[in-house]
């Protein structure tokens, strides 16, 4: 059974569960992996900065020995993503090897290969789960952000899994400005498929860092979508990527607390160990599962995620009277925006967030070091340290219809996100 860690080093806790949880237990509830940066998208938020794979990538045998630590440990089930992990040619092959070892898997997918044939595969498991990804109810809102024929892709493998009888699979919305409107549309679109709907906060990091300013919800949506999750109750999940909004008033189904290094973490697709998944920064690297210990020593023996599972003050926001209900917000959310981690989130229901962002001026906001992305005009601009808005509209491209495929590759990788890359 899951135990808290003990800080002091000795021996697990005793408690309530959130403080249990808040204090780290010895293996991570939810943990997130990333198989490969491959990716035949380009989504302009994409918090991995994914396209190409890396020539460093996890071999089958060290994803093996990674699921074979993560059975011995009891990590009940792993949240395989990406880039779009079934362009790996070893991906079925690891799924298998994780549900035969007792390891659940459940994977986000573009819905690229999910044939009628695959979907039938998936519907007789019971140890695998799908999540589809969809940012728009409609195309044009869809593509916008996904790409062209994204939204027709992402539908038809909704359709080949619900013809498959693979009921209450996933459909994964990131919210933005542009699709909180279409709340009660992505609801009807899950409930057409037999699914359950999926919603998660966009945070600014990697590519998701250019367009945050033009893309993340404003303070009216923020209370549209506060309001429309309390009306569905638990219905809908969200992973607690809202707990920021509990400064509303009640809180959301869920911790209602940052996870970050105590109950989730992420490993991406060289080995690197960061504490958050959404923050893909040397700032939060713990270490890497290639290292002598493993998998297991980075979790439970990691300076960064010892100090992260330390009491530590929360800075200004302890005097605020929601603090107890948001918890400060996202720390992710808080870096990739140059604000202090012990100060508010950038959204903080409050206004605090932007207050700390105007009086912050010229503040310096980091950027992640990784970024496999397509080479093109955008990627480019997104390296770019003045960091000049990416403009992001509803409708045709201003420079075409879909800015990687007009970019001159200079090197094969560059051309597809998969070469190089031989299926084991």
């Not at 396209?51 to 011995?72: A, K, N, Q």
């Not at 917000?329 to 981690?341: D, N, Q, R, S």
């Not at 005009?377 to 808005?389: I, T, V």
């Amino acid at each position: 059974m899951t135990a808290a860690i003990d800080t002091a080093g000795a021996g697990p806790r005793q408690g309530s569960l959130v403080q249990e949880f808040r204090h780290g237990l010895d293996a991570p509830i939810c943990l997130t992996w990333e198989l490969t940066y491959a990716c035949n998208l380009a989504c302009v938020h994409c918090l991995s900065s994914s396209g190409r794979r890396d020539p460093r990538e996890l071999s089958t045998g060290e994803c093996m020995r990674v699921i074979d630590e993560l059975e011995r440990m009891q990590v009940f089930y792993v949240n395989i993503g990406g880039g779009e992990p079934t362009v790996r040619g070893d991906f079925w092959e690891l799924v298998d090897y994780a549900t035969a070892h007792h390891v659940g898997v459940k994977f986000s997918t573009n819905g690229l290969k999910i044939t009628p044939e695959v979907a039938a595969r998936l519907a007789a498991s019971d140890y695998v789960d799908v999540q589809i990804s969809l940012d728009g109810a409609t195309a044009e809102v869809n593509d916008a952000v996904r790409g062209p024929g994204s939204h027709a892709m992402a539908l038809r493998a909704m359709q080949n899994l619900a013809d498959a009888g693979f009921a209450g699979f996933k459909i994964s919305v990131v919210m933005t400005r542009h699709n909180v409107a279409q709340l009660d549309a992505f609801q009807a679109i899950a409930d057409r498929f037999g699914a359950q709907l999926r919603i998660t906060r966009l945070r600014p990091s990697g590519r998701g860092a250019d367009v945050w300013d033009e893309l993340h919800p404003t303070a009216d949506q923020q209370r549209q979508l506060y309001d429309w999750l309390l009306a569905r109750g638990e219905r809908v999940l969200t992973g607690d990527s809202f707990f920021h909004l509990a400064g509303y008033g009640a809180g959301l189904p869920g911790l209602n607390m940052c996870g970050a290094g105590r109950v989730v973490c992420l490993i991406d697709p060289v080995g690197d160990v960061y504490a958050c998944p959404f923050a893909i920064h040397d700032a939060f690297l713990a270490g890497n599962v290639r290292g002598s210990g493993g998998f297991a020593e980075v979790w439970r023996s990691s300076e960064l995620l010892r100090r992260l599972r330390a009491e530590e003050p929360a800075g200004a926001c302890t005097s605020c009277s929601a603090f107890d209900a948001c918890q400060g917000g996202c720390m992710a959310a808080k870096f990739f925006t140059g604000l202090p981690l012990d100060g508010p989130d950038p959204e903080c229901v409050r206004g605090f967030g932007q207050s700390a962002l105007a009086a912050a001026g010229g503040r310096h906001v980091p950027r992640s070091p990784v970024d496999h992305s397509h080479r093109s005009r955008l990627s480019e601009r997104s390296r770019r340290a003045d960091r000049q808005p990416v403009p992001v509209s509803i409708g045709p491209r201003p420079d075409g219809p879909w800015l990687v495929t007009r970019a001159i590759p200079d090197r094969a990788c560059d051309q597809s996100p998969l070469a190089g890359f031989r299926p084991r």
